[in-house]
């Protein structure tokens, strides 16, 4: 598993790769004290060819900072592989769009 926090892509052949991404992203945001942390994710466009497949959509992730509720909508794109009939991640790119504080507390 790797992961580019600098750039956000991140790839694996393994099949945990979600949750090894999770586990350094929630380590990665507790660091910078982000909480209470929600993503939403709308596909847009999916494209599959045979066990290969890509998922272009938009996504929101809110979370709380000290300075209070903030919103990042971006880009999401995930790779996807089919192995014994399950859907695997093996990359994604963030292509962040947008940052605003938000008036909702939850």
Known sequence: FKCDWSSD???SDLPQAVNSW???YTALATSQG???IA???ES???DIAGD???VVGDAQVDYRLQSGSMRDVATW???LVRRDGAWLLTAWAWGH???VATATTR
């Open 9 to 11: 892509v991140c790839s």
């Open 22 to 24: 999770w586990a350094d």
């Open 34 to 36: 982000l909480t209470d």
């Open 39 to 41: 993503f939403v994710f």
């Open 44 to 46: 847009r466009y999916v």
């Open 52 to 54: 290969a497949a890509y």
């Open 77 to 79: 794109t995930f790779c």
């Open 97 to 99: 769009r947008d940052r």
